[in-house]
């Protein structure tokens, strides 16, 4: 059987380790805490101690149950997103295998390495969270209210979601990888995704109208870029705002680890988005410097349109933390929220939206220099 696929053609998959591990740690940390808690005799704590039970036994359900899950679906979701670039960026391949007699399932199977990312992004995830443990215990009972909690390592919960976790991903991968692979060979070796600058239409084709027009052919035919733009604002704002909504509910570890988590999902998938972007652009953008067009064109059909989708991302994940804030203050404190400042705290807004535009800028000015760097006479060449 012919190897179609190569681990060093699946750097960028690296985001997908990232996003399971961060979902590993956060769920390892707060479960094998709330395991730990369900070890104590209730009955034995004080009043004060048993309304502290009560408060991080929902914390660490609301955390676990929300965050984990939002992670999980994140990476397979690009899972699924990566497997359709590789298999757009190898159809011609994939085609000639096929028409020399391979059937699609013997070329799903080989999709099953993509799991291997979530087998090592959990593990390392768990592996990370069991190390900060300690300290996490200590900061979570601080004031000794919770007589008698110890750290016990529940290593078969960090096995259970290592191997859960792998198994989905892979059966995901196959699956989807199955699904493309349908299409008949001919149509696999004939598809190109090369883009193409519109044609300039009669007396309305100016300069400003074929930009225009290259700009939404360009925005539009990859959505899913659309989605992973917002999502990795939307994971900005809405980690980064809750950690300081919340400042008055968590220590300053756990702020931290929020506001980390926030960081580098919303970081990994921002470069994982945009080194697809230019990878996905860089034709039409030597066919347009060699048309004449300038780099500040080029930027403005390819990175630029992506701003009012980051703002959309942003809004989108601030109304996220709110309600997210809202219900952990409701399980929390219960009738009693009126007395817990729950407001939307319009300085966070405005602090994470400053930092947001800092970031995606900072992400631009690299990008752009790379796409400066685009060799026009080798890709109008391979054409």
Known sequence: MVQIIQLKQLKQLSVVAVICACASF????????????????????????????????????????VSGLVLVATA??????????????????????????????????????FGLYGLLGTLL???????????????????GLLTGLSLHLHWGLVLTMVLLTSLLLTAMAVGYAYH???????????????????????????????LSDLRASLFWRHKFLIFLVAFAAFC??????????????????????????????SLSIFYLALLTLLSRHKDSVAILKAMGYSQRDCLSVTLRPYYGVVMLGFLLGSAYQFGIMRLIIWLVVGQGSQ???????????????FLLVLVYTGFNVYFSRRLAQVPIKAILLSE
């Open 180 to 210: 493309v692979l349908a299409r008949p060979s001919l149509m696999l070796l004939k598809g190109s995704q090369t883009l193409r600058p519109p044609r300039k239409k009669g007396p309305q084709g100016g300069r400003e109208n074929f």
């Open 26 to 65: 956060v769920a390892t940390l707060f479960l094998n805490f709330w395991l730990d808690l369900r070890l104590l005799d209730f009955d034995q704590l004080s009043l004060l101690g048993q309304a502290y039970y009560r408060v991080q036994e929902k914390i660490s359900q609301v955390v676990a149950g």
């Open 125 to 143: 995830g768990g592996l990370v969270a069991y190390a900060f443990l300690p300290h996490f215990y200590t900061t979570r009972n601080s004031a």
């Open 76 to 113: 397979l979701a690009m899972v699924l997103f990566y497997i359709h670039q590789f298999i757009e960026d190898h159809q011609t391949d994939l085609g000639i295998l096929k028409a020399m007699g391979y059937v699609r399932g013997q070329l799903a199977r080989q999709f099953w390495i």
């Open 339 to 353: 007395m817990v400042d729950s407001s939307f705290n319009w300085v966070n807004f405005v602090l994470a939206g």
């Open 236 to 265: 900005f704002a809405a980690m980064l705002q809750l950690a300081l909504s919340l400042q008055d509910m968590m220590d300053v570890a756990l702020q931290a680890m929020m506001i980390g988590i926030g960081l580098i999902l």
